[in-house]
């Protein structure tokens, strides 16, 4: 899964695809590196990130829908909004990606009547504090009921289950040990459905390495592997052409 930020404030690549037609121009590059799907996000969820509107975050998602439709890959809209994500769906959205697992009020309703997949993602609180101390007893078990809990809210609410993916959430209210657990517990984790990593370029990559977000490759395309080897289905990352590349090599030499 290829990373498409068009937004303004994202914390690796913020403000370069602002313009709708270098959005474009990225997810095709992504495309031509070997993306399966393309994850398209509007909204920033940085930690310490201020929520946009509805409508801002509508016109900055549209136009790329619209310029992505041809390039034959499944595309996965990143978003909180039940009005984005129903406008996301008549768009042709296969994904809906939700930070927030359908939480916000209107949000099953908004994707019962499709057939489109849903990626259910755990966090502890809210992207503007998510970061202040987390704490868990437990964060392999909390996470794990969690994601259950919410595969049991999405059946309660008329949607098969067969819809759904899960992510533990990497970097949402989480400490550097509380990353590793999960990444450690996937195999567990992904038993509940399939699994959604998403630790490209982020902080948990830098605090192991050192690297500055422009370095953290090497680190990145490392637990790309391991996220692989312990049973995720499906990782999201910047560097679409490395990843592939590393995935091929493991994957032949099994
Ligand atoms: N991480 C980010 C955003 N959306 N979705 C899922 N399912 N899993 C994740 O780990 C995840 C996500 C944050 O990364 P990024 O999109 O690069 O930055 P920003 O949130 O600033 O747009």
Known sequence: MGIVNVTPDSFSDGGRFIESRSAIAHARRLVEEGADILDIGGESTRPGAQPVSEQEEMDRLMPVLE??????????????KPAVMRVAIEAGAAMINDVYAFR????????????????????LGEPRTMQEAPRYDDVVAEVEAFLAGRIVAAEANGIA???????????FGKTLNHNIALIRALPRLARLAPAVVGVSRKRMIG?????????????SLAAAIRAVENGAAVVRVHDVAATVDVLKVWEATK
């Open 67 to 80: 310029g992505v439709r041809g390039l034959g890959v499944a595309v996965s809209v990143d978003t909180m």
């Open 161 to 171: 289950r067969s819809r759904l993916l899960v992510d533990p959430g990497f970097g």
């Open 207 to 219: 605090a192991l390495t050192g690297r500055d977000i422009a370095d953290r490759l090497a680190g």
């Open 104 to 123: 916000t009020p209107g949000a099953w309703a908004a994707v019962r009547d499709s057939d489109c997949a849903l990626c259910v993602m755990h966090m």
